[in-house]
């Protein structure tokens, strides 16, 4: 259970960073909470010879009112996202889902911008990331970018993230007008991960009909996804116990479902269409 050696580098801005990975893009790896890489790295399931350690970087941890959305610095971590204020007002859904993470140890040190990076199939961040339909603002030699949850979690540990790119911030658009929401997971029995997370945003027309759902689930298949045909299925509906189920039971819809020792396929699916449902459910009578 220790790592290959490594060189460690701390840089104190992000430009520095950017210097590092490009000398060194062979073996170079960012590090930031550590609670993903570090384990991986005493397994040797990765053995960069170098990490450069973001954690000294100011100004990249932050949670920000930015006109239309609300940003959040790479380096946040989970506890400091479970315990904003500005949140739990205006964006519940993310306190929500950071409050799932890991254990008090794992959501002091961990980050959202690894959580996303690292793109774990069971990882929580990623449903919340897509119910929410956020994008990633990504810098590396060429500049900025910003990248689309959807465009984002391109497979199992694989994202849209170039070599040498850092993951700089988190945009949430703010959610405006009657907004529901609810963050439903299975934990894992012995790792706290996801063996299914749902997360689902849903704005109510005034009339009290479904105006747009969205539903990013995660622990199902090998990256995150967006439910797309519970999302149709909603739309325009009148929620009620008959309609959530009917659109629930399309969770899965073309997915390739994970099985493992202690998740069957079969079961991995029910359990996404049971916690669907149920998480239409709690953010249906949330408002009523
Ligand atoms: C005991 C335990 C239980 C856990 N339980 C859960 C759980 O229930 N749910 C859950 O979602 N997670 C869980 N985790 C994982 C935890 O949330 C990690 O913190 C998270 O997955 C990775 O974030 P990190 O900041 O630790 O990243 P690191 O481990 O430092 O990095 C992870 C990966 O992302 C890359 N990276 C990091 N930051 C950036 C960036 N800004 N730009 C580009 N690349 C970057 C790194 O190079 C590395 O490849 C658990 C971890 C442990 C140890």
Redesign the pocket.
């Known amino acids: 259970m220790i790592p290959a050696v490594f060189e460690y580098r701390a840089p104190t801005t992000i430009d520095e960073a950017l210097s590092l990975l490009a000398a060194n893009s062979d073996e170079a790896?960012?590090?930031?909470?550590?609670?993903?890489?570090?384990?991986a790295m005493k397994l040797r399931l990765?053995q960069p010879g170098m990490l450069v350690d973001?954690g000294r970087i100011k100004d990249?941890a932050y949670i920000r009112e930015q006109g239309d959305h609300i940003a959040i610095g790479?380096?946040t971590t989970?506890y400091q996202i479970e315990s904003s204020a500005l949140l739990k007002k205006i964006c519940p859904l993310l306190p929500d889902c950071a409050s799932?993470?890991?254990?008090v140890q794992?959501r002091n040190?961990?980050?959202i911008?690894?959580?996303v990076?690292?793109s774990?199939p069971?990882?929580?961040?990623p449903a919340a990331i897509i119910a929410l339909n956020a994008q990633m603002v990504?810098v590396g030699a060429n500049g900025e970018r910003t990248i689309n949850a959807d465009d984002f979690f391109v497979d199992l540990l694989t994202t849209a993230?170039t070599p040498g790119?850092?993951?700089?911030e988190i945009r949430v658009p703010k959610p405006s007008g009657r907004f529901v929401h609810s963050y439903q997971k299975v934990?894992h029995p012995a790792?706290?991960?996801?063996v299914v997370g749902i997360a689902v945003a849903i704005k109510l027309a005034a009339e009290g009909t479904c105006e747009t759902a969205s539903v990013g689930v995660t622990g199902v298949a090998s990256k995150a996804y967006r439910a797309a045909t519970v999302e149709a299925a909603l739309k325009g509906q009148q929620l009620n116990d008959q309609t959530i189920a009917q659109a629930a039971a399309h969770a899965t819809d073309g997915v390739d479902a994970n099985s493992d020792l202690y998740a069957s396929e079969d079961y991995r699916r029910h359990l996404a269409q049971v916690f669907t449902k149920r998480a239409i459910h709690q953010a249906w009578i949330s408002i009523k």
């Open positions: 790896k960012i590090l930031a909470g550590g609670h993903s890489l570090i384990p990765a973001i990249l790479a380096m989970h799932h993470i890991g254990d794992v040190k961990g980050t911008g690894g959580s990076a690292h774990d069971a990882g929580d961040w990504a993230l790119e850092i993951l700089r934990r790792s706290g991960f996801a």
